[in-house]
């Protein structure tokens, strides 16, 4: 079936490291894939996105790697801020391209 | 500030209650999606419309019973849940289905949900 998930619920990082936050995902034939964070309080709001014929995305301090052998995606923030605390959730597209799956989300915590 | 406003933004009612969650989008698009989201679950779809037409019921209880009577406006009608209903309920829009064409331009975008719990 279709599902996504992620290898650690929680990562804690100090500000200005970067964080890498994993997601591996089991649809081979996935071809979409969108990372979301999500504030205390708020709904989803969108990160990066990157299609299956590509391996990387960059966006403003944001990078999306997708490794399609290993099945696994992963967002990388560079110089992490305390802003960036929320939780962080892959989703792919749905076979039937109507929606998006989500992963169980990576609470991400940033000390100053 | 996303463009998609949710009321009410928190919701306690009795199982043998009748209620209703409006969502509404001032962003012009086209699909609109229902999503339940529990405490350490991953969101689950509910349902998605396209052109007011629904497309897709990802195996919901009927106690759950959508309407989308324009492309702006979306429903969702609740008539005697259980306390395991109690969750937060994330409207969201898009222009197109997510991924059609185009890199970013059919993300989904949010509301602020509302937050249910079933007494």
């Known amino acids: 079936g279709e599902s996504v998930g992620l290898h650690l619920p929680t990562l804690s990082v100090q500000e200005g490291d970067n964080s890498i936050i994993n997601c591996a995902y089991s649809n081979s034939a996935s071809d979409y894939f969108i990372w979301y964070k999500q504030e205390s309080g708020k709904g989803p709001q969108f990160i990066i996105d990157?299609?299956?014929?590509?391996d990387k995305r960059q966006g403003q301090r944001v990078t999306v790697l997708l490794n399609k052998t290993v099945k696994h995606l992963s967002l990388q923030i560079a110089a992490t801020q305390p802003g960036d605390s929320a939780v962080y959730f892959c989703?792919?597209?749905?076979?039937?391209?109507?929606?998006?799956?989500f992963g169980k989300g990576t609470t991400l915590s940033v000390s100053s | 500030e996303t463009g998609v406003t949710q009321t009410p933004r928190h919701l306690v009612m009795g199982m043998t209650n009748k209620k209703s969650l409006k969502c509404e989008q001032h962003l012009g698009h086209n699909a609109m999606y229902w999503y339940k989201q529990s405490a350490k679950k991953p969101l689950e779809l509910m349902f998605v419309?396209?052109?007011?037409?629904?497309?897709e019921n990802n195996s919901v209880p009927s106690r759950f019973s959508p309407e989308c009577p324009n492309s702006s406006h979306l429903f969702l009608h609740l008539h005697t849940l259980q306390p395991e209903d109690s969750a937060l309920y994330l409207c969201?829009?898009?222009?197109?289905?997510?991924?059609?064409?185009?890199?970013?331009?059919?993300?989904?975008?949010f509301g602020p949900g509302t937050r249910l719990t079933v007494l």
């Open positions: 969201a829009s898009s222009q197109d289905f997510p991924g059609l064409a185009g890199d970013g331009v059919h993300e989904q975008f």
């Open positions: 419309y396209s052109l007011e037409e629904r497309v």
């Open positions: 990157i299609r299956s014929n590509m």
């Open positions: 989703a792919e597209r749905n076979q039937a391209g109507t929606a998006l799956i």
